[in-house]
């Protein structure tokens, strides 16, 4: 069993900045890929960033390319989502995935275990 919890979420204005993280425990030393989705009131859950096992590959949405970093310390068993030049389009709950493939697929169904969500808001 996999269990994460994240941390770091609140209410930003927009063009402000927010570092989630994701603290990792139970398996850490299986080799999961790390995800970050979120989900809007009445929206699917949509991928935003993800990070192969190995800290070797990043991907990123379109939406959120060169304004989100997703980086991970296998040493602390954190993953980190650094997020710049924030828009009201970016509130939502903020999950963190574990993707025991190790690459970090874009599909929620790919991730084995979830964290319970961190609310972030962008007010205008």
Known sequence: ???????????????????????????TNS???????????????????SISWNEGSTDYAESVEGRFTISRDNAKN???????????DDTAVYYCGADPSGIGFRSPAQYDYWGQGTQVTVSS
């Open 78 to 88: 954190t993953v980190y989502l650094q997020m710049s030049s924030l828009k009201p």
């Open 31 to 49: 080799r999961y890929a790390m995800g970050w989705f979120r989900q809007a009131p009445g929206q699917v859950r949509e991928f935003v960033a």
């Open 1 to 27: 069993q996999v269990r994460l919890v994240e941390s770091g979420g609140g209410l930003v204005q927009a063009g402000g900045s927010l570092r989630l993280s994701c603290a990792v425990s139970g398996r």
